[in-house]
């Protein structure tokens, strides 16, 4: 309880997490642990891999705000791209310069 505790004692002592830090917290673990995804596979991932792979996506507290998972993913350009629909959606690294047509083979 920091209540009574002048604003030194509390910066010494340090601050409880609030809900505003934890979720940025986890987000920026969740954004760098997607990073780490792409670079294992830099030709993409499936969305269903990804989610197995990487806990975080499926985190309610990250999902608030975002109707689903593809949301979510969808809200972080810098650091993934997604293509296709559905089941099919492939995750790709955000600094893929891919000519689209490549991928449809």
């Not at 002048?6 to 601050?15: D, E, K, Q």
């Not at 309610?60 to 650091?79: T, W």
């Amino acid at each position: 309880m920091t209540h009574n505790l002048s604003y030194s004692a509390v910066a010494a002592r340090g601050a409880p997490a609030s809900s505003d830090t934890q979720p940025r917290s986890d987000l920026m673990k969740l954004k760098k642990s997607l990073r780490d995804l792409m670079t294992q596979y830099p030709e993409g991932i499936t969305l269903s891999k990804a989610r197995r792979f990487c806990p975080l996506l499926l985190d309610p507290e990250l999902l608030k705000g975002h109707a689903s998972v593809r949301q979510l993913l969808a809200s972080m350009p810098d650091v993934v791209t997604l293509w296709g629909l559905g089941v099919q959606t492939l995750l790709l690294p955000a600094d893929t310069n891919w000519n689209r047509r490549s991928l449809v083979g």
